[in-house]
């Protein structure tokens, strides 16, 4: 989303350009630079209204993300108005003529909650069209068979992954995690200050689960949190030191008036 092409390509759109799935992790940075910064630079009514509105947008957000997480602590009513509350902020910023049909369709949010109790994810459905684009793209011969060429390939696919031992398990930790090589290895001594580590005792991959709900990457952009501070970052990799998940991560803090310094967190 930030390389060059792609900023070239926002800033021609005016808005900015990418996957559901990329904005659902990066709307939370988004609205910390709209609180911290944007909203204490509007120079007019009309930036601060849409700052105002993105707002409205992302506690909207917050409310369908924990529906299902935090039940009992969320309530339809509560959801209803922040809806309300986001679509009259929308429209004192853009106006009536730009709502379109998903604005409408955000009212019905609250009144499911209310029926079933929970809001099930969709991005899991929109997630396996992956799976049909991977055999379907390259595929040159679209004769009557080409179909049934799709759907048998998909078919295999899906049932080779749920062969797979960990397709069903959320345990918290490494995801397909293998032992560590010696890069890894120096690298973890090098953060404990030891001479070396026992290999048999760190486990290393590209990706690690947090909760049941979700997992994080390689290169995913994170909030750290510490008693005194907060730091962004971006994980190099995640490790397991007997039993335990960690992240080796690399830290960015920025100062004021000066470059940002960047350092390892373990």
């Known amino acids: ?13 005016k808005h900015v350009k990418c996957q559901a799935s990329d904005l659902l992790s990066l709307y939370p940075v988004l609205a910390y630079f709209v609180q911290i910064i944007l909203l204490k630079t509007c120079r007019d009514d009309s930036c601060t209204n849409a700052c105002k509105a993105f707002l409205a947008l992302v506690k909207v957000l917050e409310f369908i993300h924990l529906a299902n997480r935090a039940q009992g602590r969320i309530t339809s009513d509560m959801m209803r108005d922040a809806i309300h509350e986001f679509l009259t902020a929308f429209v004192l910023a853009w106006g009536v003529s730009k709502l379109i049909p998903k604005c409408h369709w955000l009212l019905h949010f609250a009144k499911h909650f209310q029926t079933h109790g929970a809001l099930p994810s969709c991005f899991v459905n929109e997630r396996y069209h992956r799976n049909p684009k991977r055999y379907a793209n390259d595929m040159t011969n679209t004769s009557n068979d080409a179909s049934t060429n799709v759907v048998e390939e998909t078919v295999c696919h899906m049932i080779s992954r749920v062969e797979n031992p960990f397709a069903f398990a959320f345990n918290i ?7 560590a090589i010696r890069s890894v290895l120096r690298a973890v001594a090098l953060l404990l200050d030891a001479e070396t580590v026992n290999s048999e005792l760190v486990r290393s991959s590209t990706e690690s689960r947090f909760s049941k709900f979700g997992t994080c990457c390689k290169g995913d952009i994170v909030l750290v949190k510490s008693a005194d501070s907060s730091f962004v970052g971006r994980v190099r990799l ?29």
């Open 173 to 179: 930790g490494l995801v397909n995690g293998r032992p």
């Open 1 to 13: 989303m930030f390389t060059n092409s792609k900023k070239k390509s926002h800033r021609d759109a």
């Open 238 to 266: 995640h490790v397991e030191l007997d039993g335990e998940p960690r992240a080796i991560e690399i830290m960015l803090q920025v100062i004021r008036n000066g470059r940002p310094t960047m350092h390892k967190w373990f």
